[in-house]
Protein backbone atom coordinates (compact mmCIF):
# COMPACT_ATOMS: atom_id res chain seq x y z
CA UNK A 1 0.00 0.00 0.00
CA UNK A 2 1.52 3.20 -0.66
CA UNK A 3 2.24 5.80 2.15
CA UNK A 4 0.37 8.72 2.10
CA UNK A 5 1.77 12.36 2.99
CA UNK A 6 0.63 14.66 4.97
CA UNK A 7 -0.80 17.50 2.67
CA UNK A 8 -1.31 19.83 5.80
CA UNK A 9 1.40 21.87 6.31
CA UNK A 10 2.18 24.58 9.63
CA UNK A 11 3.07 27.95 9.26
CA UNK A 12 4.93 30.05 12.05
CA UNK A 13 5.42 33.80 11.66
CA UNK A 14 8.40 35.23 13.16
CA UNK A 15 11.46 32.88 11.96
CA UNK A 16 13.99 34.67 10.66
CA UNK A 17 16.20 32.03 9.73
CA UNK A 18 13.06 30.72 6.90
CA UNK A 19 11.66 34.54 6.09
CA UNK A 20 9.66 35.01 8.36
CA UNK A 21 7.46 31.62 7.27
CA UNK A 22 8.18 28.12 8.23
CA UNK A 23 7.09 25.02 5.88
CA UNK A 24 6.78 22.39 8.31
CA UNK A 25 5.75 19.16 6.60
CA UNK A 26 5.24 14.79 7.68
CA UNK A 27 4.58 11.80 6.39
CA UNK A 28 2.37 9.62 7.91
CA UNK A 29 1.64 5.62 6.99
CA UNK A 30 -1.84 5.20 5.14
CA UNK A 31 -2.42 2.58 7.93
CA UNK A 32 -2.19 5.47 10.59
CA UNK A 33 -5.34 6.82 12.16
CA UNK A 34 -6.30 9.81 12.44
CA UNK A 35 -5.78 11.28 16.20
CA UNK A 36 -9.11 11.47 18.13
CA UNK A 37 -10.10 14.84 19.74
CA UNK A 38 -9.17 13.13 23.12
CA UNK A 39 -5.89 11.93 21.89
CA UNK A 40 -5.07 15.71 20.18
CA UNK A 41 -6.30 17.25 23.76
CA UNK A 42 -4.12 14.84 25.48
CA UNK A 43 -0.92 15.67 23.22
CA UNK A 44 -1.55 19.75 23.55
CA UNK A 45 -1.76 19.64 27.58
CA UNK A 46 1.57 17.26 27.11
CA UNK A 47 3.06 19.38 24.91
CA UNK A 48 1.91 22.61 27.28
CA UNK A 49 3.54 20.80 30.54
CA UNK A 50 6.50 20.57 29.05
CA UNK A 51 6.70 23.71 27.95
CA UNK A 52 5.36 25.37 30.93
CA UNK A 53 8.64 23.87 32.45
CA UNK A 54 10.61 25.29 29.56
CA UNK A 55 11.78 21.85 28.42
CA UNK A 56 12.34 22.15 24.53
CA UNK A 57 13.41 18.61 24.60
CA UNK A 58 10.14 17.31 26.62
CA UNK A 59 8.22 19.33 24.33
CA UNK A 60 9.71 17.95 20.74
CA UNK A 61 9.04 14.56 22.15
CA UNK A 62 5.75 14.91 21.14
CA UNK A 63 6.11 16.51 17.53
CA UNK A 64 5.75 14.83 14.32
CA UNK A 65 9.58 15.93 13.05
CA UNK A 66 11.95 16.92 15.72
CA UNK A 67 14.03 18.93 14.03
CA UNK A 68 10.98 20.46 12.76
CA UNK A 69 10.25 21.50 16.32
CA UNK A 70 13.69 22.43 16.97
CA UNK A 71 13.13 25.36 14.20
CA UNK A 72 10.13 26.65 15.79
CA UNK A 73 11.63 26.60 19.21
CA UNK A 74 14.65 28.92 17.96
CA UNK A 75 11.03 30.74 16.19
CA UNK A 76 9.98 31.40 20.09
CA UNK A 77 12.82 33.99 20.52
CA UNK A 78 12.79 32.42 24.16
CA UNK A 79 9.14 32.65 24.98
CA UNK A 80 7.02 29.45 26.57
CA UNK A 81 3.78 29.09 27.34
CA UNK A 82 2.19 29.84 30.71
CA UNK A 83 -1.31 29.44 31.31
CA UNK A 84 -2.89 26.06 30.02
CA UNK A 85 -4.38 27.19 26.34
CA UNK A 86 -7.79 27.41 25.17
CA UNK A 87 -9.37 25.25 22.96
CA UNK A 88 -11.98 27.68 21.02
CA UNK A 89 -12.49 25.39 18.44
CA UNK A 90 -11.77 22.08 17.11
CA UNK A 91 -11.75 20.18 13.65
CA UNK A 92 -11.06 16.78 12.05
CA UNK A 93 -9.41 17.20 8.69
CA UNK A 94 -10.15 14.05 6.21
CA UNK A 95 -7.61 12.21 4.13
CA UNK A 96 -8.17 12.55 0.78
CA UNK A 97 -6.59 10.39 -1.59
CA UNK A 98 -2.76 10.29 -1.32
CA UNK A 99 -2.91 12.87 1.70
CA UNK A 100 -3.67 11.49 4.92
CA UNK A 101 -5.80 13.12 7.96
CA UNK A 102 -5.34 15.37 10.94
CA UNK A 103 -7.06 16.42 14.06
CA UNK A 104 -6.76 20.41 14.16
CA UNK A 105 -7.12 22.73 17.32
CA UNK A 106 -7.48 26.30 17.43
CA UNK A 107 -5.83 27.83 20.94
CA UNK A 108 -5.28 30.69 22.39
CA UNK A 109 -2.95 32.24 25.25
CA UNK A 110 -0.43 34.58 26.32
CA UNK A 111 3.04 33.63 26.79
CA UNK A 112 5.52 34.11 29.29
CA UNK A 113 7.09 36.99 27.45
CA UNK A 114 3.05 39.14 28.02
CA UNK A 115 2.68 38.33 23.78
CA UNK A 116 -0.90 37.15 23.05
CA UNK A 117 -1.32 34.13 20.19
CA UNK A 118 -3.45 32.07 18.66
CA UNK A 119 -2.52 28.93 17.06
CA UNK A 120 -3.71 25.84 14.97
CA UNK A 121 -2.23 22.59 16.12
CA UNK A 122 -2.59 19.60 14.43
CA UNK A 123 -1.91 16.25 15.40
CA UNK A 124 -1.60 13.60 12.97
CA UNK A 125 -0.95 9.41 13.17
CA UNK A 126 2.55 8.83 12.81
CA UNK A 127 4.19 5.19 13.23
CA UNK A 128 5.05 6.36 16.67
CA UNK A 129 1.34 6.90 17.59
CA UNK A 130 -0.22 10.55 17.48
CA UNK A 131 2.25 12.94 17.12
CA UNK A 132 2.00 17.22 17.07
CA UNK A 133 2.90 18.34 13.64
CA UNK A 134 3.71 21.96 15.49
CA UNK A 135 4.12 21.48 19.36
CA UNK A 136 5.15 25.06 19.73
CA UNK A 137 2.14 26.18 19.43
CA UNK A 138 2.52 29.55 21.68
CA UNK A 139 4.79 30.70 18.12
CA UNK A 140 1.15 31.50 16.41
CA UNK A 141 0.76 29.22 14.07
CA UNK A 142 -1.28 28.32 11.33
CA UNK A 143 -2.18 25.71 9.03
CA UNK A 144 -1.65 25.99 5.23
CA UNK A 145 -3.81 23.24 2.70
CA UNK A 146 -0.69 22.25 0.57
CA UNK A 147 2.04 23.61 -0.16
CA UNK A 148 1.17 27.63 -0.09
CA UNK A 149 1.70 28.35 2.77
CA UNK A 150 0.59 32.50 2.36
CA UNK A 151 -3.19 30.69 1.90
CA UNK A 152 -3.69 29.50 6.16
CA UNK A 153 -6.39 27.10 6.34
CA UNK A 154 -9.61 28.39 8.57
CA UNK A 155 -9.88 25.66 11.35
CA UNK A 156 -12.87 27.03 12.95
CA UNK A 157 -14.36 27.26 9.56
Known sequence: MKARTAKWFVTAAGVAALAGATLLSATANSSEPVP???EAQALLTDAWERGAAHDGAGVCDYASAKANCRIQLEGADGAWPTDEPLITCDRE?????????GYALRVEGVDS??????????????EDGPRLMNPVFWNSTGIANGNDTSA???VCA
Do not use: H, P
Open 36 to 38: SLS
Open 93 to 101: LAADGEYSG
Open 113 to 126: NGQAYASDVLAIGT
Open 152 to 154: TFD
